[in-house]
């Protein structure tokens, strides 16, 4: 893929501080697109450094406030990256996450917050930029889904749930906005070393039983090899690309 590839375009990544959204976020720029930094803090030290690196690559950044759980915060932050950068061509929804629990003590405040962080937040956040994109005639939308919407991982029944709801929104909303230009894809990764994983992965066990699992090429994956197949189906090369879900999972699903 050629440097260029999204040369010109505007991509606003959520949560971007860290793991796989920092990892997005500096692909698409070092593929030629200028960035809006999704975050929760954006005085914070990493987001800063994000920041450097993405102007240092020679593309125009800018931070917005977006916990992605105060959707008005996020369309006044969708608003003003639209104001200062011209336009957002690509959305990359990364937030999402869940807790570890039996399904038989998952309380529904639990429930409600997984839920909220990886879908209600993907389903408004989309609709916000979705409206920009028609107007503009067009763009793409990325949501980071996870193999946990495609198989059960005993232990995560809320989040399972709440990424194959994901999968599933990718589906209905790339069928309803095809008109208006905008495609909407997803990606779901297997377990990738960040510090959201970290704790699961320090265990030995734990990390064995993983990467036995991970069912063709037996390693844990790394944060930018999401990023190389976000940034392919957020650019032109994906041009006839809508409504699917790209296992990014070294063979975990396929046994
Ligand atoms: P991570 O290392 O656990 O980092 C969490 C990120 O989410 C941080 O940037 C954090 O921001 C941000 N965040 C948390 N709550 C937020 C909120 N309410 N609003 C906005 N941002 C918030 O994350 P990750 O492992 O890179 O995961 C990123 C995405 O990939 C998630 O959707 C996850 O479900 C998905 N995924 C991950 C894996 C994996 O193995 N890592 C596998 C499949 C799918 P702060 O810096 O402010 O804390």
Redesign the pocket.
Known sequence: MSSTTLSGSVALV?????????AIALDLAEHGADVAL????PD?A?TIALADEVRALGRRVTVVP????DLAACRVAIDAVVDELGTIDVLVN?????IVEDALDVTEEHFDAVWA??TK?AFFISQHVAKHMRSAGGGSIVN?????GLVALPGESA?CTS?AAVIHLTKCLAVEWGQYGIRVNAV??????????EPALSDDAFRADTVERIAALHRI?Q?RE?AAAVTFLAGEGASLITGTALPIDGGWTAR
């Open positions: 959520t949560a971007a501080s860290r793991g796989i959204g920092r999704g975050v929760r803090d914070a990493p977006m916990d992605v759980t990364n937030a999402g996450g869940g962080l990886t937040s980071i889904a996870s193999q946990a989040y990424k779901a990764p297997t377990f990738i070393e960040t510090d959201g994983t994956g944060p999401v």
